[in-house]
C-alpha cells in the first residue's frame, strides 16, 4: 500500500494566526502544534504512550546526538528511530547545525565540507556536510527533516551575518538536492538572517525559489529578548508562503508560543517544559510555580484541580515538594508531564479561540500570566 504523501491544509485564520492540520502517513498534526522534545530518541521521565495522551501528534529528535550515541547504523540495523524507541508518532529532527554551534569543539566551518568538529562527549571527530546531514536523517526514517544551516551566535555584526546566511542557503540548495524526491516524507528550509530585516528577506526569498515543504525561523532563541524575537517575525511574517507550514526552532515559553501564533505561527519545539519538570518548576494556568518552595510543604491542593489527564491533579504540591526535596525520580516524571500536558492544553485553547475568531483576546488575557 502507498504511503500517505506529506500535506499541509490552513482550515481557519483570526489576523496572521492560523489553525491548519499537517497530514502524514503516520497521522495528523494539528497546528498551532508544540513538540515535546526527544533529544536522545527520549522525551526525558516519560514513556511514549503518556506523551500521546496529553494530545502531542509529533516529537522531535536530535540528528547531532543519535550521530553520536548511539550511532545511526544502530538505528537503521533497529528498523529506524519509530522502531527503535517505540513511537509511532511523526517525528521531526533537527539537522544537527544548532548542537555543533553550541555543544561540540568546533574545528572548522567549511563551504564544501561542511561542519568539522569533535565530539562532545569523547573528542571524535566528525564531517558534517548538507548531503551527510540529510543522508543520517533519511537513515533515521524520520517524517519531517530539516536542511543543514549554519546557526551563528546572536551579534550586531551585519557582514558576518550576511555571510553566514549566504552559507546557509547555499547549503540548503545542496540540502534540497540530497533529499530528492520523498513525497511522504518533508524537507524543510531555515531562514536565517539574525535581526537584520533585509537578510531574514533575502534568506527567506532564497528558500521559497528553492520550494521547500516547509519554513523554519533559525537563529533566534540565542540571546535575543522577546521584543526583538517578535520583530524578526513581524518583518517577514507577510511574505511566509501561507499554503507551507510556519515553524519557530527552539522556542519557548507559553508567552514566546502566544506572541508567536500571533505573527503567524505554526509550529514549536522547546526544552522548557521537560528541562523545567526535572527542577521542580511547574507551568499552570495560574502562572509558574517552583515546587521546591517551602511554602507548599503543607499545601495538599493540586498543581491544577481541573486537569484529570494522566490523574495529575491526584498528587498534591505538598507530596511533590517531598518527592523533589528527596531527590525521587518520581517527582521529575509528574512535573514533566504536567508540563507537556499544559502546553498542550495551551496549544488546544489557541486552536479553539482562532477557530472562534476570539485569538486576539485570549492572547491578550494570558500573554503576561504565563
Same mark, same amino acid.
Given at each position: 500500500?502507498?504511503?500517505?504523501?506529506?500535506?499541509?491544509k490552513?482550515l481557519?485564520?483570526d489576523n496572521?494566526?492560523?489553525?491548519?492540520?499537517?497530514?502524514?502517513?503516520?497521522?495528523?498534526?494539528?497546528?498551532?502544534?508544540?513538540?515535546?522534545?526527544g533529544t536522545?530518541?527520549?522525551v526525558?521521565a516519560?514513556?511514549?504512550?503518556? $506523551?500521546?495522551?496529553?494530545?502531542?501528534d509529533i516529537?522531535?529528535?536530535?540528528?547531532?546526538?543519535?550521530?553520536?550515541?548511539?550511532g545511526v547504523e544502530?538505528i537503521?540495523?533497529?528498523g529506524g528511530?519509530h522502531k527503535?524507541m517505540?513511537?509511532?508518532l511523526?517525528i521531526?529532527t533537527?539537522?544537527?547545525g544548532?548542537?555543533v554551534?553550541?555543544?561540540?569543539?568546533?574545528?572548522k566551518?567549511d563551504?564544501e565540507?561542511?561542519?568539522?568538529?569533535?565530539?562532545?562527549?569523547?573528542?571524535?571527530k566528525?564531517?558534517?556536510?548538507p548531503e551527510?546531514?540529510i543522508?543520517?536523517?533519511l537513515?533515521?526514517?524520520?517524517?519531517i527533516?530539516?536542511?543543514m544551516?549554519?546557526?551563528p551566535?546572536?551579534?550586531?555584526?551585519y557582514?558576518?551575518?550576511?555571510?553566514?546566511m549566504e552559507?546557509?542557503?547555499h547549503?540548503?540548495d545542496?540540502s534540497?538536492k540530497?533529499?530528492?524526491k520523498?513525497?511522504?516524507?518533508?524537507?524543510f528550509?531555515?531562514v536565517q538572517?539574525g535581526l537584520?530585516?533585509d537578510?531574514?528577506?533575502?534568506?527567506l526569498k532564497?528558500?521559497?525559489?528553492?520550494?521547500?515543504d516547509?519554513?523554519a525561523?533559525?537563529g533566534?532563541?540565542?540571546g535575543?529578548?522577546?521584543?526583538?524575537m517578535?520583530k524578526?517575525?513581524d518583518?517577514?511574517?507577510?511574505?511566509?508562503?501561507?499554503?507551507?507550514?510556519?515553524?519557530?526552532?527552539?522556542v519557548?515559553?507559553?508567552?514566546?508560543?502566544l506572541?508567536?501564533?500571533k505573527r503567524?505561527i505554526?509550529?514549536?519545539?522547546?526544552?522548557?517544559?521537560?528541562?523545567?519538570?526535572?527542577?521542580?518548576?511547574?507551568?499552570?494556568?495560574?502562572?509558574? $510555580?517552583n515546587?521546591?518552595?517551602n511554602k507548599?510543604?503543607?499545601?495538599?491542593s493540586?498543581?491544577?484541580?481541573?486537569?484529570?489527564?494522566?490523574?495529575?491533579n491526584?498528587?498534591?504540591?505538598n507530596?511533590?515538594?517531598?518527592?523533589?526535596?528527596?531527590?525521587? $525520580?518520581l517527582g521529575s516524571m509528574?512535573?514533566t508531564?504536567?508540563?507537556?500536558?499544559?502546553?498542550?492544553?495551551?496549544?488546544c485553547?489557541?486552536?479553539?479561540?482562532i477557530q472562534?475568531?476570539?485569538?486576539n483576546?485570549?492572547?491578550?488575557?494570558?500573554?503576561?500570566?504565563?
Open positions: 500500500m502507498a504511503l500517505k504523501d506529506f500535506a499541509f490552513l481557519n485564520k496572521y494566526a492560523r489553525e491548519g492540520i499537517i497530514e502524514t502517513h503516520r497521522g495528523n498534526i494539528r497546528t498551532p502544534a508544540f513538540m515535546p522534545v536522545q530518541a527520549t526525558k516519560c514513556t511514549i504512550n503518556d $506523551i500521546k495522551k496529553t494530545g502531542s516529537i522531535l529528535a536530535n540528528t547531532y546526538h543519535l550521530m553520536i550515541r548511539p544502530r537503521e540495523q533497529a528511530l527503535f517505540n513511537c509511532d511523526p521531526l533537527d539537522s544537527g544548532f548542537q554551534m553550541s555543544l561540540a569543539k568546533l574545528n566551518i563551504k565540507k561542511g561542519a568539522i568538529f569533535n565530539s562532545h562527549v569523547d573528542g571524535k566528525f564531517y558534517l556536510s551527510e546531514s543522508k543520517i536523517q537513515g533515521l526514517n524520520s517524517d527533516v530539516m536542511i544551516d549554519e546557526c551566535k546572536k551579534t550586531d555584526d557582514e558576518f551575518i550576511k555571510k553566514s552559507l546557509s542557503l547549503w540548503a545542496r534540497k540530497a533529499f530528492g520523498n513525497p511522504h516524507k518533508a524537507l528550509g531555515i538572517g537584520f530585516k537578510l531574514r528577506l533575502l534568506s532564497g528558500l521559497i525559489n528553492l520550494d521547500f516547509g519554513y525561523i533559525g533566534l532563541a540565542v535575543e529578548t522577546q521584543d526583538e517578535f524578526v517575525l518583518d517577514i511574517k507577510e511574505n511566509l508562503p501561507e499554503n507551507k507550514p510556519h515553524y519557530l526552532m527552539g519557548g515559553t507559553p508567552s514566546d508560543i506572541g508567536a501564533v503567524g505554526d509550529m514549536f519545539d522547546c526544552v522548557m517544559p521537560t528541562r523545567s519538570g526535572r527542577t521542580g518548576l511547574a507551568f499552570t494556568w495560574n502562572g509558574r $510555580i515546587i521546591k518552595n507548599y510543604q503543607n499545601d495538599n493540586p498543581l491544577d484541580e481541573k486537569c484529570e489527564n494522566l490523574n495529575l491526584k498528587y498534591s504540591k507530596y511533590l515538594n517531598h518527592l523533589f526535596n528527596t531527590n525521587e $525520580i509528574i512535573l508531564l504536567n508540563n507537556i500536558n499544559f502546553y498542550q492544553e495551551l496549544m485553547e489557541i486552536r479553539k479561540n472562534k475568531g476570539t485569538f483576546h485570549f492572547h491578550d488575557k494570558y500573554i503576561d500570566k504565563l
